[in-house]
């Protein structure tokens, strides 16, 4: 197994401009999730997914996409780059809704706004 | 504002000595707390976790104690080792029952503490 994958590892993006930040778990785990990580704090829920068509918004949405068409995909999508977004991102996928203990993290994105 | 917080921002210690890495929290709905740790470059990993209705649980080098009189929470690491150096983060859960059945869980971060292992 491969877990928990992200693409791309880093991007540069203008403010204004969009893009996809992809995340993709190939252990069949039904709870996928973003978050940011920024200097000094620790990780914010931005959205989440209890399974496939299902998602639901975290602690920081604003700015941020996101669809679980597939089990194993849960893309994040930023519609309008903006410096405040600049970021590590990290996806995490778990076995179930009710088991945070089975949290696996990919290895991050990081972003930067300009 | 933050419902989860850790009294010390950076630890350094000896190689050999044993840590403590503290870590408070304010709601005392949280039903599950668990430690990461994170390495430079890394996401977090999981190390260890406890329910609230435990105050102590064990693992391999590491101990979890809670005491939820004073919402409280440490991570113990016995015998650290250089390999032990990243940052630590304590994360409080709360779970939310779906109508319909199953739940959902929600975690919250500390902001983390930097554990530097002198040799």
């Known amino acids: 197994n491969a877990g928990v994958t992200q693409t791309p590892k880093f991007q540069v993006l203008k403010t204004g401009q969009s893009m996809t930040l992809q995340c993709a778990q190939d252990m069949n785990h039904e709870y996928m999730s973003w978050y940011r990580q920024d200097p000094g704090m620790g990780l914010r829920l931005i959205h989440y997914?209890?399974?496939?068509?299902?998602?639901d918004q975290g602690e920081v949405p604003n700015g941020y996409n996101v669809s679980r068409s597939t089990t194993e995909d849960f893309p994040l999508r930023l519609l309008s780059a903006a410096p405040s977004q600049t970021s590590v991102y990290f996806c995490?996928?778990?076995?179930?809704?009710?088991?945070?203990?089975?949290?696996?993290f990919g290895p991050g994105t990081r972003l930067t706004v300009l | 504002g933050e419902s989860v917080g850790l009294h010390l921002p950076t630890l350094s210690v000896q190689e050999g000595d044993n840590s403590i890495i503290n870590c408070a929290y304010s709601n005392s709905a949280s039903d599950y707390f668990i430690w990461y740790k994170q390495e430079s470059g890394k996401g977090p990993q999981f190390i260890i976790d406890?329910?609230?209705?435990?105050d102590k649980r064990q693992g391999q080098r590491v101990t979890v104690l809670l005491n939820k009189t004073v919402k409280h929470l440490s991570l113990q690491i016995a015998a650290t080792q250089p390999g032990d150096s990243a940052v630590y983060f304590c994360?409080?859960?709360?779970?939310?029952?779906?109508?319909?059945?199953?739940?959902?869980?929600?975690?919250?971060f500390g902001k983390g503490t930097l554990l530097t292992v002198n040799p």
């Open positions: 406890i329910r609230s209705n435990m």
């Open positions: 995490a996928s778990s076995s179930k809704a009710g088991g945070p203990d089975t949290q696996y």
């Open positions: 997914s209890v399974g496939a068509g299902i998602t």
């Open positions: 994360a409080e859960n709360i779970t939310e029952w779906r109508l319909g059945g199953g739940s959902n869980y929600k975690l919250t």
